[in-house]
């Protein structure tokens, strides 16, 4: 094992137990449980809670289709789209632009560590954030759903898992890359949840010119829950999605290299 390789293990074996001593290892993942569970557990007994609601004339009768077990699954899909990044970015915000204003990037980087593997060990441990957390929601999004609805493709929901753990871990580079940039911890959230809803926006509004787009990720997810599975595009996709998440990480630590400490922003 190179002198490299060992460095970017001790880094990413800092960056596992700061994830244990923050307890995001524990609250992250319970979350996203409570989201993916509470879309098919709402969506099974919306008639009933709205029947019980009050405030209803005497006599009216509440009828909403049922969905099938796909839709629920694409909703629960939309449902981490929203609030799933919002949480992703919060809890990353401030993995690096933290670090820099307490001084502890000075402290590490000042030995010789390659910046590029400093970076590429915070990426390893939000993927790994990622990865269990979506894990967890999606897992009980698709017990519930199966519970209460009815099975559903365990193929269509393994490609729809990748799809979308892919989605979540470009929207935690951004953040990555943005808290290697900005003084802020909210402003590097605010601003990767700002570009990941523009990159989502003019996939949706441009398909056909922008098919290659890392913002067509979300699509192709929901897609493989549809009457039939969307695999136009999908490797092109993939591909332009990996190449950025690795642009991001060269980018930060670039940025990173150039202003190390606070007092150089």
Known sequence: MTMGIRQWFVLYRKEQLELVRSYKLLWVPLVFILYGAMQPVMSYFLPDILAHAGNLPPGAVISIPKPTASEVMAQTLGQFNTIGLLILSLSVM???SAERSSGLTSMILVKPISYLSFVAA???????LVII???GGFGAALYYTTALFDSVDWLNSLYAYL????W???AGSLTIFFS????SGAAAAACSLGVAALLALTASAFPHALAFSPGMLPQLAYSQYGAAASEGHLAASVATTIVLILALQ???STLLRRRPSIDAL
Not at 163 to 166: A, D, M, T
């Open 133 to 135: 957390a979506f894990a």
């Open 122 to 128: 915070k990426w390893a441990a939000m993927a790994l």
């Open 250 to 252: 060269f980018a930060a």
């Open 163 to 166: 799809l979308f753990s892919l």
């Open 168 to 170: 979540l871990c470009l």
């Open 180 to 183: 290697s940039w900005l003084r």
């Open 94 to 96: 401030g993995i690096i």
